[in-house]
């Protein structure tokens, strides 16, 4: 896969921390058509937005409803959920190959649209995700990209796993760190790196 391919999807996901259209408590995403050949559905982790009761409110329950164990079609509740909400407000352009990313909580909703909605030519792109499947849950034409010091990338794994893709990792830097963990380094990696995965 291109590394250009991954870049888009890191800076949309980065776009969306920015700003994001939000459905629910859990759901934060946004849509991005400035390139001729894709069309990309962004969709990101947990943000701590504090500003605001609406916001303090939204974050904990966000929190909440992530750390809960129940799984429906085989995925976390949180993700089915937010990809199914999205899916009732998105149709993706019928000119255009859809990139679906996700980063960190988000990051398990990229496999989980292609498997249910993916289109041929359609690419995931999960960014630091926590494992959330149940079962082997084999998907084509989707890449997750995982830092093997990010602490987030194993939450969970007594319960859930993470989907049968294909995987690139970043170079080992020795040690757990959280700030392996933040989009903005995988985005340093992807634009100082520039060879195809």
């Not at 946004?30 to 609406?54: H, M, R």
């Not at 149709?91 to 990139?99: A, Q, S």
């Not at 649209?113 to 960014?127: A, L, N, P, T």
Request: charged share 25%; proline share 6%.
């Amino acid at each position: 896969m291109k590394k250009s391919i991954l870049l888009m999807a890191a800076m949309a996901c980065q776009k969306v921390y920015e700003k994001s259209i939000t459905i629910g408590a859990s759901t934060d995403y946004d849509v991005f058509d400035d390139d001729p050949e894709y069309q990309i559905l962004a969709f990101t982790g947990s943000s701590l937005k504090l500003n605001g009761w609406k916001n303090i409110l939204n974050t904990i329950t966000d929190w909440m409803w992530n750390a809960t164990l129940l799984w429906r079609d085989s995925v976390k509740l949180c993700n089915y959920v937010s990809v199914h909400r999205v899916r009732k407000v998105f149709t993706p352009d019928p000119n255009k190959k859809l990139i679906v990313t996700g980063h960190s909580k988000a990051g398990p909703n990229a496999p989980y649209w292609i498997h249910k909605f993916g289109r041929s030519g359609d690419i995931g792109v999960s960014i630091e995700a926590p494992p959330a499947f149940r079962g082997t849950f084999h998907v084509d034409n989707c890449i997750g990209i995982i830092d093997p010091n990010d602490p987030v990338t194993k939450m969970g794994e007594l319960t859930f796993n993470h989907p049968d893709i294909q995987f690139f990792y970043l170079p080992d830097d020795g040690g757990i760190d959280i700030d392996d963990h933040r989009i903005e380094r995988i985005i340093s990696f992807l634009k100082n790196n520039p060879v195809d995965i």
